[in-house]
């Protein structure tokens, strides 16, 4: 059952634009979103959250928006810089009880 | 601060074999989670070690089992290998069965069923 889509498998921006990332989600029941960045050989690492009960969470270049009406999220990176390209996770949990992740989005910032 | 290893980077193995793979938890926490991503896929669920107890499970076969040690290093067994087990195994520590941005992953185990 995939609770979390990311129906983009793949991303190409230029250096210094906007890069969004787009995540779905079907369960109502999800309560906290997050963001994950992967690099080749590494394992996924944190990037940013939004609890449910808000629509809008920044982090430096990062800003992560959320509309539960069209359980629909995204991320976006403004500006993109090479260093961003990595395939990008979308997950979800349930009052902590585990996390759905998304099949990822790779991203690629040309210079 | 030592990071989440994992051991072996890679492994061969075929159809009906048994597997174990180990993850070394970040120093100070005492929750292991495990996950298998499949290629093109995100990271699953397997289950979670708490404090030596399982904590959670995801939808996995029995033949998916898990052990966690005083020292809250972990093991994730596979009996009877398939060739869809084929796949990168993550695991994940963080604090007191958390999950989200305080777990740490590790670069996980690539294992190849044949």
């Known amino acids: 059952d995939q609770q979390v889509k990311q129906n983009s498998p793949s991303l190409s921006v230029q250096e210094g634009r906007i890069s969004i990332l787009n995540c779905d989600y079907t369960?109502?029941?999800?309560?906290?979103f997050l963001w994950y960045k992967k690099y080749p050989a590494e394992g996924p690492t944190f990037l940013i959250s939004?609890?449910?009960?808000?629509d809008k969470n920044e982090d430096g270049r990062f800003t992560v928006f959320l509309n539960k009406s069209a359980k629909h999220l995204s991320l976006h990176i403004v500006p993109s810089q090479p260093g961003d390209s990595a395939v990008y996770f979308c997950?979800?949990?349930?009052?902590?009880?585990?996390?759905?992740f998304g099949a990822g989005t790779r991203l690629t910032v040309k210079p | 601060e030592t990071g989440v290893t994992q051991s072996p980077t890679h492994l061969i193995k075929t159809r009906g074999q048994q597997v174990t793979l180990r993850c070394s938890s970040q120093s100070g926490h005492n929750t292991v989670s495990w996950y298998q991503q499949a290629l093109g896929q995100g990271p699953q669920f397997i289950f979670q070690y708490y404090r030596e107890e399982e904590n959670g499970r995801g939808n996995f076969p029995p033949r998916f089992s898990g052990l966690q040690f005083p020292n809250y290093s972990s093991e994730l067994n596979v009996n009877a290998l398939e060739l869809d087990d084929s796949a990168l195994y993550l695991c994940?520590?963080?604090?007191?069965?958390?999950?989200?941005?305080?777990?740490?992953f590790g670069p996980g185990t690539r294992l190849l069923v044949l």
């Open positions: 997950a979800a949990s349930v009052n902590n009880n585990d996390m759905r």
């Open positions: 994940a520590s963080s604090l007191e069965g958390r999950f989200g941005e305080t777990q740490y």
């Open positions: 369960n109502s029941m999800f309560d906290y």
């Open positions: 939004i609890s449910s009960i808000k």
